[in-house]
């Protein structure tokens, strides 16, 4: 098993484009997460979602739209990139709501 | 959500026990408590969680105290390979498994 994948693993943007995140897990969980993480600081939720099809508000939505059409992946997107979404951004999915499995994280830069 | 309270550092020699504390003095009688912890620039790996009962796995212990309002995860043989940040989380069972990290505690194991 791969476990939990994240594509791209690194990407330069400029302010105003658009791009989107993939998250791909062969673990047939019901639930997956999106996750940023700012330096010297820890990961805040930005989207999840329970089950294919659906999707829920975390912490910090703004900026950010996700879909989960198949139940293996999760993608989050950036219509407008701006510089304050420099992050590592981490997907994570879980059977139930206990352990959450991370993927290795995606590096992103907005300038 | 209760909050949690952990030292923002720890050092600990290899070999010896790392004992990791936690305040969640607000936590109610359904919430979880959960540890992860995350190696530098890795995703966060789940470690251990636990309601009432002292829990027990091949990574860690975690000890809770009766009143729940504080808990301790204990690394029984650390290794240099388990320097890293711990996050203790609260969590409710039917919150979706929305983790709110705080800002953990840096390990450091010396040899």
């Known amino acids: 098993n791969a476990g939990v994948t994240q594509t791209p693993k690194f990407r330069v943007l400029k302010t105003g484009q658009s791009m989107t995140l993939l998250c791909a897990q062969d673990m047939n969980h019901e639930y997956m997460y999106w996750y940023r993480q700012d330096p010297g600081m820890g990961l805040r939720l930005i989207h999840y979602?329970?089950?294919?099809?659906?999707?829920a508000k975390g912490e910090v939505p703004d900026g950010y739209n996700v879909s989960r059409l198949k139940k293996q992946n999760f993608l989050l997107g950036l219509e407008s990139a701006a510089p304050s979404q420099t992050s590592v951004y981490f997907c994570a999915s879980s059977p139930a709501v206990y352990e959450q499995y991370f993927g290795p994280g995606t590096r992103l830069t907005v300038t | 959500d209760a909050k949690t309270t952990q030292p923002t550092s720890m050092d600990c020699a290899e070999g010896r026990a790392a004992n990791l504390p936690c305040n969640h003095s607000t936590i109610s009688g359904n919430e979880y408590v959960y540890w992860y912890r995350q190696i530098h620039s890795q995703g966060p790996q789940y470690i251990i969680h636990?309601?009432?009962n002292n829990e027990t796995n091949e990574m860690a212990s975690l000890i809770i105290t009766e009143d729940r309002k504080s808990s301790t995860l204990i690394l029984p043989h650390a290794t240099l390979r388990d320097t890293a940040v711990y996050y203790c989380?609260?969590?409710?069972?039917?919150?979706?498994?929305?983790?709110?990290f705080g800002q953990g505690t840096e390990l450091s194991v010396k040899p």
């Open positions: 636990g309601l009432k």
């Open positions: 979602s329970v089950g294919e099809g659906t999707t």
């Open positions: 989380i609260v969590l409710l069972y039917n919150q979706g498994g929305k983790l709110i």
